[in-house]
């Protein structure tokens, strides 16, 4: 074993210029970009975090909205309940007084009709009889007493 | 394959370059150097092209994965980020440069690729593949056996046989001696006494950085004299530390080295992959363990008397 001083300073330049090297080409780069690294990794967590923050913030304030809606919805819908019913009800009343006049309109005119036709058939059948009368008896009845005598017949039909 | 398993314990120059010899650890290690800067020339082009394309690559990959896996182990140690950086480039070129210098140690041609030198009398641990005694010394070749008292009528037998010890000596110093043009830069002590040196210093530099006068104290204290005592044992221990940190990175690499080359020897095939993976794993143990204990100095010269 022989220990050489100017071998061991050879050495120590050459590990110095090793670790020059290493240092200004290898190590400080790399540092850099690990430190550029963990700093954007620092940011994209607390950016993540705000995100989530706000991202329950907006639930809150979605179910805030959700709750006003469905208790706007609720009085909208009580409303519209209402108001069908007041609408059905009127329109049931307004049927009811559309048909009843409907009715009454029927009758009146029914009662028309029904004079007129008896009024029709009253004088029919007074010529029928007066014809049947002046051929049986050969004696022409006046009208008057044609008349009194089909309407009491007519009166006591009709009953 | 050569008659000799030729395994030295120092490291052996290849060339010279003015005065300085240039050793076989020695070139080892500027190819190993050569090629840390390549990587790391490599990553910083790769961080660039990163940046246009937005795409990692495996080298960029590979660069943070180590970065980061040694920045969580000081940080578990120090538990201070503005120390961990400053430990980092130190703690990193460590364990990059002890790494690749001790994988380098495993690649084939590495110790058995050289040429042919006629040693000139030199300390040397040769291992002999023929017999595999090992492991045998081969001495100075003016160094003799020592006479031992004999018989008058064996005199002349022992002096024949010290003759014979002589010439066999001086061949064997004369003979040729393999040596290989590359060896682990971690093999060689002169180049883990400069790790060692370099950590102790960096403790030092970064004690008195923290802790101002107060380091001081450490070693010179005249409060008492068990004190005094005690200051004197931690200045011894700071020298050791160099001593024990060089020794036991030098000691597992040339282990393994030895183990490699005698296992090659007796038995070629096979076998010897199970002791490779092993020093595989040894490198990778020796790096982390150098790393490690360069952290624990710097953190425990880092603070003050009340945390010991």
């Keep these: 074993m022989d220990i050489q001083l100017p071998q061991i300073i050879f050495q120590v330049i050459n590990f110095g210029v090793v670790m020059g090297a290493l240092t200004y080409l290898l190590y400080k780069p790399i540092q850099k970009l690990m430190d550029e690294r963990a700093s954007r990794i620092v940011e994209g967590q607390s950016a993540a975090e705000a995100a989530l923050a706000q991202k329950a913030n907006l639930d809150e304030s979605k179910r805030?909205?959700?709750?006003?809606?469905?208790?706007?919805?609720?009085?909208?819908?009580?409303?519209?309940?209402?108001?069908?019913?007041e609408i059905k009800r009127e329109a049931v009343e307004k049927a009811r007084v559309e048909s009843q006049a409907e009715t009454s309109k029927l009758k009146d005119q029914w009662q028309i009709e029904k004079h007129q036709?008896?009024?029709?058939?009253?004088?029919?059948?007074?010529?029928?009889?007066?014809?049947?009368?002046?051929?049986?008896?050969?004696?022409?009845?006046?009208?008057?007493?044609?008349?009194?005598?089909?309407?009491?017949?007519?009166?006591?039909?009709?009953? | 394959?050569?008659?000799?398993?030729?395994?030295?314990?120092?490291?052996?120059?290849?060339?010279?370059?003015?005065?300085?010899?240039i050793t076989n650890s020695i070139l080892t290690s500027l190819i190993v150097s050569t090629l840390?800067?390549?990587?790391?020339?490599?990553?910083?082009?790769?961080?660039?092209?990163?940046?246009?394309?937005?795409?990692?690559?495996?080298?960029q990959n590979l660069a943070e994965f180590l970065v980061e896996g040694l920045y969580n182990l000081i940080q578990s140690v120090t538990n201070d980020h503005t120390k961990t950086r400053r430990f980092?480039?130190?703690?990193?070129?460590?364990?990059?440069f002890i790494l690749c210098n001790n994988w380098f140690g495993l690649l084939p041609g590495v110790?058995?690729?050289?040429?042919?030198?006629?040693?000139?009398?030199?300390?040397?641990?040769?291992?002999?593949?023929?017999?595999?005694?090992?492991p045998v010394a081969q001495v100075q070749a003016s160094e003799t056996k020592p006479l031992e008292v004999a018989e008058p009528n064996q005199v002349s037998n022992t002096t024949t046989e010290i003759a014979e010890t002589n010439v066999d000596s001086e061949a064997k110093s004369k003979s040729p001696v393999f040596v290989p043009y590359f060896r682990a830069g971690t093999a060689d002590l002169n180049t883990t006494i400069a790790l060692a040196m370099i950590t102790q210093f960096a403790a030092q530099f970064w004690g008195l950085s923290y802790l101002k006068f107060d380091y001081?104290?450490?070693?010179?204290?005249?409060?008492?004299?068990?004190?005094?005592?005690?200051?004197?044992?931690?200045?011894?221990?700071?020298?050791?530390?160099?001593?024990?940190?060089?020794?036991?990175?030098?000691?597992?690499?040339?282990?393994?080295?030895?183990?490699?080359?005698?296992?090659?020897?007796?038995?070629?095939l096979v076998v010897p992959m199970a002791f490779y993976g092993l020093e595989i794993f040894v490198g990778a143990i020796q790096a982390f363990v150098f790393s490690l204990l360069s952290i624990i100095f710097y953190q425990v010269a880092t603070l003050g008397h009340h945390y010991e």
């Design chain 2, 88 to 96: 980092m480039p130190l703690i990193v070129a460590y364990f990059v």
């Design chain 1, 117 to 159: 036709l008896t009024q029709d058939m009253r004088q029919e059948m007074i010529r029928a009889v007066m014809t049947v009368t002046q051929k049986v008896i050969g004696v022409k009845l006046d009208e008057k007493t044609d008349a009194k005598l089909i309407g009491d017949e007519l009166s006591k039909l009709m009953k």
């Design chain 1, 64 to 85: 805030k909205i959700e709750r006003e809606a469905e208790k706007k919805a609720a009085i909208l819908i009580e409303e519209a309940a209402k108001k069908a019913t």
């Design chain 2, 111 to 134: 110790g058995t690729i050289g040429f042919k030198e006629v040693a000139e009398g030199e300390e040397q641990v040769v291992l002999l593949q023929q017999d595999l005694s090992l």
């Design chain 2, 216 to 268: 001081i104290k450490k070693f010179i204290n005249f409060s008492s004299p068990i004190m005094f005592f005690v200051g004197i044992l931690e200045l011894v221990g700071e020298f050791s530390k160099v001593m024990s940190y060089a020794f036991r990175l030098f000691g597992n690499i040339f282990a393994g080295e030895v183990l490699l080359t005698v296992i090659s020897a007796l038995v070629p």
């Design chain 2, 36 to 59: 840390i800067i390549s990587f790391a020339v490599a990553v910083n082009w790769s961080l660039t092209i990163a940046k246009s394309t937005k795409k990692i690559g495996t080298l």
């Design chain 2, 1 to 21: 394959m050569s008659a000799n398993l030729h395994i030295s314990i120092s490291a052996e120059p290849v060339f010279h370059l003015g005065n300085l010899a």
